[in-house]
């Protein structure tokens, strides 16, 4: 959808601007001798640094008002087969590449939002990926350890570990939350029957995810996203292609440097978009919830055979986790508001004039990662944290029914000491002292540091490079080039600050609002006790939170403060309305200076930067030009390649795979 938009921006632009082809280059130079031959002692002729000559041999131009007097307001006629060929050269194969961007939302309008909030603000996209990436990386070590020490115990449950690896690491992409009572997690973690309801997730998850095989590339030739290839060696193509006639075709003085600083505009595209690819994406935002429905169908069929009977009790059709984007919780309030409710306390409101206060969190697609980082993360913490008091139990020999059968260690002895009742199983992982992980991490804040300066150095590496190369291309200054690449370069950055302000705002009030610790009665809600405490009884049973823990009693949070309501919403549509007209400001420029509208005094002098010192070239020759700029073409040229770089070198070494292969 993006792609016909901008093509159809491509051919009506031409229309709009041939118009007013009032400047011409050569009838202003004619014009320009003319006056300074006919006027004596005329002061309006500059050399090569701007200042003023009456050398017309040395002469490069004239000053910017005599370029109005002499050669008037308008600016070039438009010339179709230079706009064709160029855009052709420097911007269709990037706008094709756009196909390839990560969507995976709920429908298309979100899915144009996604691609508008990414070309707007590459920031953005780059800092949601490498949160996807961090998170990989911890998720990796952690199951590495929990691997290596069920190794050492004997506990036979490196393949379940495996699986929820996986299957953590694969559903970042959605609002993923741990669901069901205590006893549901402890019994898929515990009982030795459930490892094929993990199996059964692993392979749904991993049967669903868009994923580029390197290796297989090479010895097999076979390769699953063969469309992503195909695009990303035609831009590749395309800009070695389009660099080499660049340097190598006679051109005129107006379009130097242009081509170089569209490439660098753009090339963020080709890390961000393989790294999505190598972190590993999924086909779409349902298939996670599909993987979860089909372990559930397992488990049910199952069941029946008394296989899966620990598992008979679950209500929840996605049992032991949930997608909260589904219609089906969409609506349901959380246990912490119903607490509050029979407590007599006005709940936190969880929209404001219709508009969802989580916003992006609960909305699935990789680009919105960033929104739910945190949640994901305290949900893993949550597996992970059952595997360690599941291997911590094994390596005190405590068996599950407190019936020490004998720990030979075979698979029968195995088999039967982790057997035991839901209830039996839930005090095995969670014990009288059990505490909830803390909802702040330093590996979180570690992880948002470095996010934030990856997404920094990609942002302005490409477009610093972009500014650099028409800033310094004679005149020398702030132009209509390079006040718009610094235009689009803070606005991405701008758009970036208010989105992830704005999620850190949902997030500290949905700590208030829909915290997954339904609190005990306190001493100050005595009058409950009794109502409350039935509640809590329900929930076991039915719907209540995997992380209740059994003691000590918690009190309710306090409200959150009401000044951060409205600034949820407001900085979150500041942040998508500056991404999305940012989006669109990048694919004007990047085309109108093909279609010759920046050919003009106001454009051409660097009225921006140099004010009333500004003057227009007229004279230069296309080897003078290209010798003043060519080390600053270089140096951002360089500068354009380092950043992505770094970034795909970030993506590919930092996620962490290597860990868990090792032996």
Not at 106 to 116: A, G, K, P, Q
Not at 241 to 263: E, Q
Not at 333 to 338: N, P, T, V
Not at 533 to 550: D, E, I, R, Y
């Amino acid at each position: 959808m993006s792609v016909g938009i901008s093509k159809t921006l491509i051919f009506l632009l031409p229309a709009v601007v041939s118009a007013a082809g009032l400047f011409n280059y050569s009838q202003c130079q004619i014009n320009a001798i003319t006056t300074f031959t006919d006027a004596f002692n005329a002061s309006f002729l500059v050399d090569s640094s701007g200042s003023f000559t009456n050398d017309p041999n040395n002469a490069w131009g004239i000053i910017y008002a005599k370029c109005i007097a002499l050669c008037g307001s308008g600016w070039e006629a438009f010339d179709w087969y230079f706009f064709s060929t160029s855009v052709s050269s420097w911007v269709l194969p990037w706008l094709a590449l756009t196909a390839q961007f990560p969507y995976e939302t709920r429908d298309s309008s979100t899915n144009l939002l996604s691609v508008l909030l990414a070309v707007g603000s590459p920031m953005l996209i780059t800092y949601s990926l490498c949160l996807t990436v961090l998170n990989s990386r911890w998720i990796n070590i952690r199951f590495r350890a929990l691997c290596d020490r069920n190794e050492e115990v004997l506990g036979k449950q490196v393949k379940t570990m495996e699986a929820a690896r996986i299957f953590l690491r694969e559903s970042q992409h959605i609002p993923l939350e741990a669901s069901g009572s205590r006893s549901t997690l402890a019994q898929l973690v515990v009982s030795p029957e459930n490892r094929a309801w993990w199996y059964t997730l692993r392979k749904e998850v991993l049967k669903s995810k868009r994923e580029w095989y390197v290796m297989k590339l090479l010895y097999a030739l076979e390769l699953r996203t063969y469309s992503l290839l195909a695009q990303v060696i035609w831009v590749i193509l395309a800009v070695i292609s389009a660099i080499s006639d660049f340097f190598n075709a006679t051109v005129d003085n107006s379009t130097m440097g242009i081509g170089v600083a569209i490439n660098s505009l753009w090339i963020w595209m080709i890390p961000v978009t393989l790294g999505f690819v190598w972190v590993g994406t999924q086909r779409s935002s349902s298939t996670i919830r599909d993987a979860l429905m089909t372990a559930e169908a397992l488990v049910s069929e199952e069941s029946a055979s008394g296989v899966y009977e620990p598992l008979r009790r679950v209500t929840n059709r996605m049992i032991g986790f949930r997608d909260r984007s589904s219609d089906e919780f969409s609506s349901t309030g959380s246990d912490l508001e119903r607490c509050r409710r029979l407590l007599h306390e006005k709940p936190p409101p969880r929209t404001l004039y219709g508009i969802s206060i989580a916003g992006f969190e609960m909305e699935p697609g990789p680009i919105f990662n960033y929104a739910r980082a945190s949640s994901h993360f305290y949900t893993s913490r949550l597996v992970i944290d059952a595997f360690e008091t599941l291997n911590a139990r094994l390596e005190a020999r405590h068996p599950v029914h407190r019936k020490e059968i004998g720990w030979n260690y075979d698979v029968r002895q195995w088999k039967d000491n982790l057997h035991g009742s839901p209830e039996e199983m839930e005090a095995y992982i969670y014990p009288p002292n059990y505490r909830l992980p803390s909802r702040d991490s330093h590996y979180m804040n570690w992880h948002y540091l470095l996010s934030t300066f990856i997404g920094v150095v990609l942002q302005w590496g490409t477009t610093g490079a972009a500014i650099l190369t028409a800033y310094n291309t004679p005149v020398v200054g702030l132009g209509c080039e390079s006040g718009a690449y610094l235009l689009y370069g803070s606005m991405a950055t701008l758009s970036w600050a208010l989105l992830a302000l704005s999620a850190h705002f949902s997030h500290q009030y949905t700590l208030c609002t829909e915290s997954s610790n339904p609190p005990q009665p306190s001493t100050t809600a005595a009058a409950s006790d009794i109502e409350l405490g039935s509640l809590l009884s329900q929930q076991t049973t039915a719907h209540s939170s995997l992380t209740l823990p059994p003691s000590p009693p918690l009190s309710i949070p306090p409200l959150p403060p009401s000044f951060l309501l409205p600034l949820i919403p407001l900085t979150r549509f500041l942040g998508v309305l500056l991404g999305s007209l940012n989006a669109i400001w990048l694919l004007l420029i990047s085309i109108l200076q093909f279609t010759n509208v920046y050919n003009n005094c106001w454009c051409e002098s660097s009225v921006l930067g140099l004010g009333t010192k500004a003057w227009i070239i007229l004279w230069a020759t296309e080897e003078q030009i290209v010798a003043a700029a060519w080390n600053s073409w270089v140096f951002a040229a360089v500068m354009s390649f380092t950043a992505v770089m770094i970034a795909g070198g970030f993506f590919v070494v930092v996620r962490g795979e290597e860990v868990f292969r090792r032996k």
